[in-house]
């Protein structure tokens, strides 16, 4: 009897270890990387390894830590350590779209004229459109303006007269005052009638909702973690984000590296949305595909982020025109708890900055052919929360996926 507790014993020590090792390691997970000459001579057993591991990692990563398990009991959220929480400088009340310095714009409402500012960061885009659509999608008036030499463009301009109570505005552009244009911010900017028949920008019905969560303390170690999927002590995701970020000293800088690789490296899998199969999600597999969906997007941000000591998070929620074809916010959609859209959330210069780039990101993979875009866009980096909110709905920050 006492052999056959010490054989239980030690088998539940190893099992233990082998726990430890794989959720502090990917060690079994590359398997094949780590014992090439294994993995070649017994290929069945160097996969029945990896499968195995990320089985238990999907394990594992999902059990509750005991405060976290009194707080499901209490119905409450888990408590943040003080000492561990981050401290965030939301910016309120901006005009612009998006705070990434080179590549940005701001509307501001004014009754019955809108000023149009910002800056562009490329010859492209040095001629823009401003485009007024009714209720119906019908023309009602489009605007030119031009960049200056260093960039900047500014212009105010009337709203144009209509029986319609809202109207959408567009910004689209181009290299020339005439020819091709394509869409900056589309599907936006909504304007609404006030009750003095003055304008002013629609806000979100889930403005509230996103900004309750994204004030919440959030932890920072949580935020540095690494997961079965966010794999950032992967020898290969360390070296891709050391490479990339080479000689840069501001944390901003590097994670604008890391969103500009990502969506100029990484193809949107089209194909993959009516495929039976779930589309990889795992960092180290991503990488070497190429294809992913948006939580595939999000999790290698997140893992290159973490592998460089940049606090990065996952966050779940509900998009406007992902999966139900939805492009607006009704009662309905407001109050979808859904998931069906994931991006990031990364700490940095003491605020939580917002990062889409899924969103982003031009490339994708359609009827099996990988089509790549027409250059990285930068509408949702650093994207300005208030008008993020008229297309995304924060639901879940996730903490184990």
Request: hydrophobic share 40%; aromatic share 10%; proline share 4%.
């Amino acid at each position: 009897m006492k052999k056959i507790k010490k054989i239980i014993a030690v088998i539940l020590l190893l099992a233990l270890s082998v726990c430890i090792i794989n959720s502090q390691t990917d060690l079994f997970l590359n398997f094949a990387s780590y014992a090439p000459s294994i993995a070649e001579k017994y290929p069945a057993a160097a996969q029945f390894v990896t499968d195995a591991s990320e089985r238990i990692s999907l394990v594992t990563d999902n059990i509750p830590s005991p405060s976290e398990i009194i707080a499901m009991i209490k119905h409450e959220e888990p408590p943040v350590d003080p000492s561990d929480a981050a401290a965030n400088a939301y910016i309120e009340n901006s005009p612009m779209l998006t705070f990434y310095p080179k590549e940005n714009i701001g509307i501001v409402v004014d009754y019955n004229t809108v000023d149009i500012f910002g800056v562009v960061d490329s010859r492209a885009k040095s001629h823009l459109i401003a485009e007024f659509t009714d209720e119906n999608g019908e023309t009602l008036d489009q605007v030119s303006l031009s960049a200056n030499s260093s960039g900047e463009f500014n212009k105010k301009t009337d709203i144009p007269e209509t029986e319609s109570l809202s109207m959408d505005l567009s910004i689209y552009t181009g290299s020339k005052a005439y020819g091709q244009f394509e869409s900056w911010v589309y599907n936006y900017i909504t304007l609404q009638k006030t009750a003095d028949g003055g304008w002013e920008i629609a806000p979100s019905p889930v403005f509230e909702n996103n900004k309750l969560m994204y004030e919440r303390d959030k932890s920072i170690s949580d935020a540095l973690r690494r997961t079965a999927s966010i794999q950032s002590d992967s020898t290969g995701i360390a070296s891709i984000a050391a490479q990339l970020t080479e000689g840069l000293t501001e944390d901003y800088d590097k994670v604008l590296a890391l969103h500009d690789w990502i969506c100029s490296y990484m193809y949107y899998d089209i194909d993959s949305l009516s495929a039976e199969d779930t589309p990889p999600y795992y960092a180290t597999e991503i990488v070497k595909s190429r294809r992913a969906v948006c939580l595939g997007f999000a999790t290698l941000m997140a893992a290159l982020c973490r592998s460089i000591d940049i606090p990065c998070n996952v966050v779940s929620g509900y998009a406007l025109g992902v999966s139900d074809g939805a492009n607006e916010w009704n009662e309905s959609t407001a109050a979808s708890q859904e998931q069906n859209h994931a991006w990031n959330e990364v700490y940095m210069d003491g605020r939580w900055v917002i990062i889409d780039t899924t969103w982003d990101c031009a490339n994708k993979i359609e009827n099996g052919e990988m089509i790549k875009g027409n250059g990285v866009s930068h509408l949702y980096f650093d994207a300005n929360l208030q008008f993020f909110s008229n297309n995304h709905k924060i639901i879940e920050y996730s903490k184990r996926r």
